[in-house]
């Protein structure tokens, strides 16, 4: 069973934008808080961005100020929208619970290019 799709990615300049979408299942959305995280060559998987059902959300260090996360509760996704890229943000991106019990989507491949 397919319960997270990301889908979004694509090669950037630096500078430039770009806006992830995560579609998960119901059962996965409806009892968590979300997240997005990131995997770049050679390093472990990091927590990107996270929000819960009520709206709050976390960043990392890395990314606030450029990066925006929401969710829409009817729809079951979550976006990721991405301004100011940098070279060091090129990773595969995925998308899961905050809390990551289920299984892993194939990701979804940003390249910020200079």
């Known amino acids: 069973q397919v319960q997270l799709v990301e889908s979004g990615g694509g090669l950037v300049q630096a500078g430039g934008s770009l806006r992830l979408s995560c579609a998960a299942s119901?059962?996965?959305?409806?009892?968590?808080?979300m997240g997005w995280y990131r995997q770049a060559p050679g390093k472990a998987r990091e927590l990107v961005s996270t929000i819960s059902h009520d709206g709050s959300t976390y960043y990392a260090d890395s990314v606030k100020g450029r990066f925006t996360i929401s969710r829409d509760n009817a729809k079951n996704t979550v976006d990721l929208q991405m301004n100011s890229l940098k070279l060091e943000d090129t990773a595969v991106y995925y998308c899961?619970?905050?809390?990551?019990?289920?299984?892993w989507g194939q990701g979804t491949q940003v390249t910020v290019s200079s």
């Open positions: 119901p059962r996965i959305f409806s009892f968590n808080a």
């Open positions: 899961n619970a905050a809390r990551p019990t289920y299984n």
